[in-house]
């Protein structure tokens, strides 16, 4: 092994609530791999100097909350899904060069796949138009859902560019919906499927919530992508009120596990991961 790249991480700001250092050493302790994986906190001015750094020994980043557009523009190389979605949460350094790459997308597909819910033909609203929104989007049109998208008031901007990006790049159409109770409620109505992919209702901010629950209605599935904590307060009402929910954590997994895929070429052990992440959150 190049004992030169063993070093991993995540970047991101705030990072305090990230757990992807307790579950990727934990697989590389099960394993019996010497690698080591740490949080690190990146402010924006910071970025470029940091990939930078990283470039000279590190083997792999991966990239949260809310650098994944900005980084875009201090890689040498985007992979073909990454640079369709135009958001990166995967970096990999080799060679004094840094490729990105994204696994949120597949992520959420199979936290999905594995709740038993179907995503062809269904109809999905996602709230949110982040780097993760842009992912989830993007994979489930490819799926074959009928995606529409709501962001709130001031970065409506960001909903518009994903829409036109999906129609560019895939010729679907995207609707956007109104940051508003009265449009969001109208479109539940007919929506399958609802995701919350904005830190909504994340550590600490535990008593926040994206939406109204009363307004879900309750043959909807409801999936949030936060995963800390495991039980978000949309996920909690809605769950009360009968709902079918589906919590952030299997996304986190199955994304973290593609990226050691990406760094290592390694099949990782999910049920590890998962079970570290939920002991750690109890």
Known sequence: MNSKRNKLGVMGHPIKHSLSAVMHNAVFRELGLDYTYKSFDVIKEHLEDFIDRCKEDFLGLNVTIPHKVEVMKFLDEINSEAQLIGAVNTIKFENETAKGFNTDGIGCVKALQESNVSIKDKKILILGAGGAARAISF???????????????????????????????LDRDVKIVDFSINKIEEELRQVDILINATPVGMFPNINEIIIPVDIIPRDVIVMDIVYNPVETRLLREAKMKGCKVVNGVGMFVHQGAESLRIWLGIKAPIELMRETVLEKLK
């Open 139 to 169: 994979q489930l049109v490819l799926e074959g859902a009928d995606v529409s998208i709501s962001n709130r008031k001031q970065r409506r901007y960001m909903a518009e560019d994903l829409s036109r990006d999906i129609k560019e790049k």
